[in-house]
């Protein structure tokens, strides 16, 4: 089994990445959500995905991990900004989602991919779709787990993870980050799949480890707030696509991913009961058949 790691220009970022499974598979780019990293993808679903014979392929987004910051000097005020949103004012950012989708598609060019097919997450969905609309010659088939088409239309996060986000510690230590990650997990998690403290305090510990970025996770913030709805690109979308998500979801509600399915051309949409905003374990072996079957639509 391949496995190997590096770091690329790509977009005119720097972008970590790391692959596993064979080289001669079909590639499949992972891409994270907001402030997470590549080391969030669950192993066992990597390799869930490696016996199915894809080459698996994560990397850390702009602004976290490993990667390149992004910080072209622009204020990010996230009160002001959410009301402009809200009444659909334009928003200067350092960056939009757009970039982000490029940022994917230049690291399949320092790959030497032509096309691959491409499953996102959370924020990671929202740049696997665009990516899916703008560069449809670059991707095989599309699959958005618990995602948004980002329309200020569709219900926001439910009260107490909203005000949970909005509060940031003073002076951060190692401590307080792994228990904030907890209470968030916890808050927004599977309550039919739920995931021990202890595993949630060991990736949180990992990933403060690996890279503690507070000023870049603002940015990609600000720049999912910048881009809005985005509706227009998904309905673009020609490959075929698989849309996964939570029906408990606190964070990205159920209707997101039901607004999905109903945008982007024959999609296909996949609905868990008890399942929260997170990798429920038990799940990945279904997730990984889902993502194969969809794959195969090619």
């Given amino acids: 089994m391949l496995w190997r790691k590096g770091k690329c220009l790509a977009n005119g970022v ?133 995602s948004t088409t980002n329309e ?26 792994i228990e904030r990650s907890i209470k968030f997990f916890n808050m927004v998690g599977s309550p039919a799949y739920p995931s021990p403290d202890q595993r949630r305090a060991d990736m949180a510990g990992a990933a403060f480890d690996r890279a503690y970025r507070p000023e870049g996770v603002l940015r990609q913030m600000h720049g ?7 509706s227009d690109i998904s309905a673009s979308i020609k490959a075929p696509t698989l849309i996964i998500h939570g029906k408990e979801d606190p964070l990205v509600r159920p209707e997101a991913g039901r607004r999905c399915a109903k945008v982007i051309p024959n999609a296909r949409l996949q609905l868990y009961k008890g399942m929260g905003h997170d990798f429920p374990a038990p799940l990945f072996p279904e997730w990984a058949e889902l993502i194969a079957q969809n794959a195969a639509r090619t």
């Fill in 152 to 177: 200020r239309r569709l219900p926001g996060p439910k009260l107490n993870v909203l005000m949970h986000m909005s509060k940031t510690g003073a002076n951060p230590t190692r401590e307080s980050v």
């Fill in 14 to 146: 720097e972008i970590a990445w790391e692959e596993s499974g064979s080289e001669t598979g079909e590639p499949i780019v992972l891409v994270m959500g907001l402030g997470l990293q590549l080391i969030h993808w669950p192993e066992d679903l990597c390799q869930q995905l490696v016996e199915r014979g894809f080459r698996v392929i994560r990397f850390d987004n702009r602004d976290v991990g490993l990667s390149g910051a992004a910080d072209n000097g622009i204020e990010v005020n996230m009160p002001r900004d959410w009301l402009r949103s809200r009444i659909g004012l334009p928003i200067k950012a350092n960056y939009r989602l757009h970039d982000m989708a490029a940022d994917t598609v230049g690291l399949l060019d320092a790959l030497g991919i032509g096309k691959a097919h491409l499953a996102g997450i959370s924020m990671g969905g929202m740049i696997a779709q665009i990516a899916s609309g703008l560069y449809p010659q670059r991707v095989q088939s599309l699959t958005s787990i618990m």
């Fill in 224 to 230: 999912i707030l910048a881009t809005g709805g985005f």
